[in-house]
């Protein structure tokens, strides 16, 4: 059980937006920022999105975060094969004194 | 090239102890809180622990306190993972990661370390 909550699975078909969730609570989502990270199928993850819309540098602008209040969300414009992998969030935990990640959403691309 | 390369994963028994490092390249490691974050075969991630670009403070998930020490050496560009008393839950990938501007920004390619009989 997850201290950020994603959905299993997303989909989309090739230049469809999808949107991937994930909720918390006022420990960590709604006191600190949210990071994204992309891991494709047997790599490492790599960060997407952090302090909740950042972009690192290389990182496509097709992807977009966003935060409000205890919940924070990933945008994924122009779909693309390419982007068939398994997202997480992460935040700092206040309370637990650690950083907590979402259980991962699965992205298909139809 | 910014670079973490991770290194000491392999079998042992429950039980039994394991040490991993890191040696990082290519940026100023002492500048930078270092994490330990895992991931279980098929499940998702996990962070283990961090420390503080001195070592002056360390903080590990609850499930490995008392168990695993994190430590570096800052001369050495290297940070480490001492795992005690290892349990078949502690079967993952180990990841080494760089903070910087919130995020984990830099992750090593990782080190999977199995707890078996």
């Known amino acids: 059980q997850s201290v950020l909550t994603q959905p299993p699975s997303a989909s989309g078909t090739p230049g469809q937006r999808v949107t991937i969730s994930c909720s918390g609570s006022?420990?960590?989502?709604?006191?600190?920022?949210v990071n994204w990270y992309q891991q494709l199928p047997g790599t490492a993850p790599k960060l997407l999105i952090y302090s909740n819309y950042q972009r690192p540098s290389g990182v496509p602008d097709r992807f977009s975060g966003s935060k409000s209040g205890t919940s924070a969300s990933l945008a994924i414009s122009g779909l693309q094969s390419e982007d068939e992998a398994d997202y997480y969030c992460?935040?700092?935990?206040?309370?637990?004194?650690?950083?907590?990640f979402g259980g991962g959403t699965k992205l298909t691309v139809l | 090239e910014v670079q973490l390369v991770e290194s000491g994963g392999g079998l042992v028994q429950p039980g039994g102890s394991l040490r991993l490092s890191c040696v990082a390249s290519g940026f100023a490691f002492s500048r930078n809180w270092m994490n330990w974050v895992r991931q279980a075969p098929g499940k998702g991630l996990e962070w283990v622990a961090s420390?503080?670009?001195?070592?002056?403070?360390?903080y590990y998930v609850d499930s490995v306190k008392g168990r695993f020490t994190i430590s570096r050496d800052n001369a050495k560009n290297s940070m480490y993972l001492q795992m005690k008393s290892l349990r078949a839950e502690d079967t993952a990938v180990y990841y080494c990661t760089r903070v910087l501007g919130g995020g984990m920004d830099v992750w090593g390619q990782g080190t999977t370390v199995t707890v078996s009989s």
């Open positions: 006022s420990s960590n989502i709604g006191t600190n920022t």
């Open positions: 992460a935040a700092w935990d206040d309370s637990l004194g650690g950083w907590v």
């Open positions: 420390i503080k670009q001195d070592g002056s403070e360390k």
